[in-house]
Nanobody, 123 residues
Framework: QVQLVESGGGLVQAGGSLRLSCSVS??????VGWFRQVPGKEREFVAV????????YYADFVKGRFTISRDDAKHTAYLQMNSLKPEDTAVYYC??????????????????WGQGTQVTVSS
C-alpha cells in the first residue's frame, strides 16, 4: 500500500520561504510530483523530480523560486519555496508518478496522492 503524507505548510508573509516535505511509504522510488489547487480552480502542476533526481521540471510560474529535491534514503521528497507570493496560496499535494523517469505535468500520470497541505501567503 503506497501512502504519501505532506507536511510543512503554513502561513508566511510575502517574500518568505517554506519547505514542504512528502513522505512516501510503500513506494519504489518512482517520480514524485507536486501540484497545487485553489478552491474553485483546477489543480495545477508545480514541479516533478524523477528517480534518483536525474531530471526535474518546473511550471513556469515557479522557476527560479521553487526547488524540488528528494532523499531516497529517507523516502522523502521536498519542495523548497522561496520568494513566496500571495498567488502561491493553495493546497499543495504530492503525488507518485506511474514511471520512474517521467517528468510528466499531467495528473493522469500520477496514481497515488497525499492529502494535501495548506500554504497561505499573506501580503
Amino acid at each position: 500500500q503506497v501512502q504519501l503524507v505532506e507536511s510543512g505548510g503554513g502561513l508566511v508573509q510575502a517574500g518568505g520561504s517554506l519547505r514542504l516535505s512528502c513522505s512516501v511509504s510503500g513506494g519504489n522510488q518512482y517520480a514524485v510530483g507536486w501540484f497545487r489547487q485553489v478552491p474553485g480552480k483546477e489543480r495545477e502542476f508545480v514541479a516533478v523530480i524523477s528517480r534518483a533526481a536525474i531530471s526535474t521540471y518546473y511550471a513556469d510560474f515557479v522557476k527560479g523560486r521553487f526547488t524540488i529535491s528528494r532523499d531516497d534514503a529517507k523516502h522523502t521528497a521536498y519542495l523548497q519555496m522561496n520568494s513566496l507570493k500571495p498567488e502561491d496560496t493553495a493546497v499543495y499535494y504530492c503525488a507518485q508518478g506511474i514511471s520512474y523517469y517521467s517528468t510528466s505535468t499531467s495528473q493522469d500520470d500520477y496514481n497515488y496522492w497525499g492529502q494535501g497541505t495548506q500554504v497561505t501567503v499573506s501580503s
